[in-house]
């Protein structure tokens, strides 16, 4: 086996989504520290901007998952398996879920943070590379050994053996992650569609949204939630070949820009925006009562 045939084991958990002894046990938290509630309280949907992100549990779903894989792998006796955390992190996305208050807050100091990220060391990425080049070493006996205690040696798009960490990850974080749901993910994009991006009062805030960012010299032509994230990404790749002032003034720029978004979403689209997402939680939570116990 050649590290790139490994490679799909590194996707599979960062994106995601032999045994040495018997000190398996059953993971009591579903979450690694740090990554907040496996389910959210009724009355966070009640105070988040965006609580069509917060019920359906992207983040939360790949730290659940990715953290339930690393516990059950290590238990194993897979002791080089790194401890994954999935992105999970205290600070919620901005954009996504944060209160107006909070969401202020970041983005009064998003330059800074976006050109000198606080180290939490090597990423999940970076982790299981080192595990891939360090599996590719190992005997045809150990890797096939791996393989069954990780997935029963199925490939990445089949599903994972009965028994296997990958599997008992799912059976753990789908009840609680509505995302994980493949028919859940499905129809909430077609109720997004239908209650928010395709009706006329949400066509005209992004219209304003968009004019209010022009008045704060920023013209984007992409879709409001997402673009300034993208153009910021594209700036902050010339960082490294900054000067510290020239680091400053890109932090101030980047900042601008940031206030500037959440100024123009707060007083042109929240309202519309979050209006809709809840209307489509609601659908959601009442068509698969599976799940309605997240806002109960």
């Known amino acids: 086996m050649t590290a790139a ?4 084991l590194v996707a599979l958990l960062v994106l ?4 040495g002894g018997n000190r398996e046990r059953v993971f009591d938290t579903l979450l690694p520290p740090g990554s907040g509630p496996a389910v959210p309280p009724a009355s966070e ?3 988040v901007l965006h609580p069509y992100w917060l019920f359906l549990g992207f983040d939360r779903g790949v730290a659940a998952e990715n953290w339930q894989i690393s516990l059950c792998m290590r238990s194993r006796g897979w002791d080089r398996f790194p401890v994954l955390k999935g992105g999970g992190t205290r600070e919620l996305p901005l954009d996504l879920v944060q209160t107006v208050p909070e969401r202020r807050r970041a983005a009064m100091t998003y330059g800074a943070r976006m050109l000198s990220p606080r180290s939490t060391g090597p990423d999940d990425l970076t982790l299981l590379q080192q595990l891939s080049d360090w599996l590719v070493e190992q005997s045809h006996t150990v890797r096939v050994r791996f393989d069954k205690d990780f997935s029963g040696g199925r490939s990445e798009n089949e599903t994972p053996a009965k028994g ?16 994980l749901d493949p028919a859940v993910e499905a ?5 997004y569609d239908r209650y928010i ?5 949400y066509q005209r ?17 992409g879709p409001p939630l997402k673009v300034w994230r993208r153009v910021l990404h594209v700036q902050r790749q010339r960082a490294p070949a ?3 002032t020239g680091k400053a003034r890109l932090a101030r720029a980047l900042t601008r820009q940031a206030v500037a978004e959440h100024e123009c979403a707060r007083r042109r689209l929240d309202d519309v925006v979050r209006t809709g997402e809840l209307r489509v939680v609601r659908v959601l939570a009442k068509e698969f009562p599976q799940y309605a116990k997240l806002l109960a």
């Open 205 to 221: 805030a992004e219209q304003a949204w968009r004019s209010c960012m022009k008045a704060h010299g920023f013209a984007h032509a």
């Open 5 to 8: 045939a490994l490679m799909p």
């Open 242 to 244: 900054l000067t510290r």
């Open 45 to 47: 949907y009640r105070r």
């Open 197 to 201: 991006t395709s009706r006329s009062a």
């Open 16 to 19: 995601g989504c032999g045994s």
């Open 164 to 179: 296997s960490c990958k599997a008992r990850a799912l059976e753990r974080t789908r009840p609680l992650i509505p995302s």
């Open 187 to 191: 129809r909430a994009g077609v109720l």
